[in-house]
């Protein structure tokens, strides 16, 4: 069995900043590329930020220079770091990582959801 779980999601105010984890646990052999999503309602999922095992990240146009994602791969973490957060930011944001299995299978897995709420 293998579970995301994400947290750090919350209430801030514009400008402000808040850090999301996500950490993968349960039988995994090994995790490749860890990403973050968001979705806002009456909008599609998107892509935020996205990193491989090794190699360059990826960010969404709008969170270049405000968003950082890093990892932990010892302890298949991933965190996003969001600063000067504007209310457009607001949303339900997913954790994914593409993992292979302690048996082998390799999957697209997701976390629950941490709810992110930029308002004055």
């Known amino acids: 069995q293998v579970q995301l779980v994400e947290s750090g999601g919350g209430l801030v105010q514009p400008g402000g900043s808040l850090r999301l984890s996500c950490a993968a646990s349960g039988s995994i052999r090994s995790v490749n590329t860890m990403g973050w999503y968001r979705q806002a309602p009456g909008k599609q999922r998107e892509l935020v930020a996205r990193i491989p095992s090794g190699g360059s990240t990826n960010y969404k146009d709008s969170v270049k220079g405000r968003f950082t994602i890093s990892r932990d791969n010892a302890k298949n973490t991933v965190y996003l770091q969001m600063n000067s957060l504007k209310p457009e930011d607001t949303a339900l944001y997913y954790c994914?990582?593409?993992?292979?299995?302690?048996?082998?299978?390799?999957?697209?897995?997701w976390g629950q959801g941490t709810q992110v709420t930029v308002s004055s």
């Open positions: 994914n990582a593409d993992l292979i299995t302690a048996w082998g299978y390799r999957g697209d897995y």
